[in-house]
């Protein structure tokens, strides 16, 4: 699920469950394509308040189904506000959301309805707790483009640490979004949905959550 969120995302954002092996993983992210021309590292970017672009943005998240293969599903509707400090990283703050409701598993009835996703929702405590939040609490530079952003993931009226590793993908000046400077990242978390209470479906599907987030945010 966004933390983390998002978030950025985030949307939605994680902190790791126990698995049987590493084999047992779905791979994460491939290796970071080169930088495009024109684009900025880390450091060169423009301080102050980024907002995501959420045409440019998504929370996946995917399940082991019976021991066969991953489930995937998506987030509709988020949202991610970054402010960035790039000459001290680890005082910018992250903070993201999801709406619980607007989860999307492409799985439709007979008639075309969403039930499965209504169901999923519940599921996910959407009734009481709408918005799946997360607020960094600490970020740390592993690498020249890459980062591990700890924060807090609220989710089913329940509050956790959770962990997202981040990639910087890039800045550049975008004329089409009002010459404003944007910013993207790439996401990847894992969390075990039981310790926010979500259990159902335990006898044929996994703990593990593995989350995906991909994100634009654009200088406000």
Known sequence: MRALALLPCVVVLAACAAVAGASDRAPGFVSQP????????????????????????????????????????????????????????????????????????????????????????????????????FASTGIARTGANTARVTGDLTLNGQTHPATLEVTFDGARVDPLRGGAMVLGFSGYGVIDRTQWGVTDWGAFTGAEVQLVIEAELVKE
């Open 34 to 133: 080169p930088a495009a021309e024109g684009s900025q590292s880390p450091v060169e970017v423009p301080a102050g308040a980024y907002r995501l672009d959420r045409n440019h943005g998504s929370v996946h998240f995917r399940i082991r189904h019976m021991d066969l293969a991953w489930f995937t599903a998506r987030f509709d509707t988020m949202d991610a506000r970054l402010t960035v400090n790039p000459a001290q990283p680890e005082l910018s703050q992250l903070t993201a959301s999801v709406g619980a409701a607007s989860v999307n598993t492409g799985v439709l009835a007979a008639n075309g309805e969403r039930r499965f996703d209504a169901t999923v929702a519940r599921a996910l405590g959407a009734e009481t707790t709408p918005q799946i939040t």
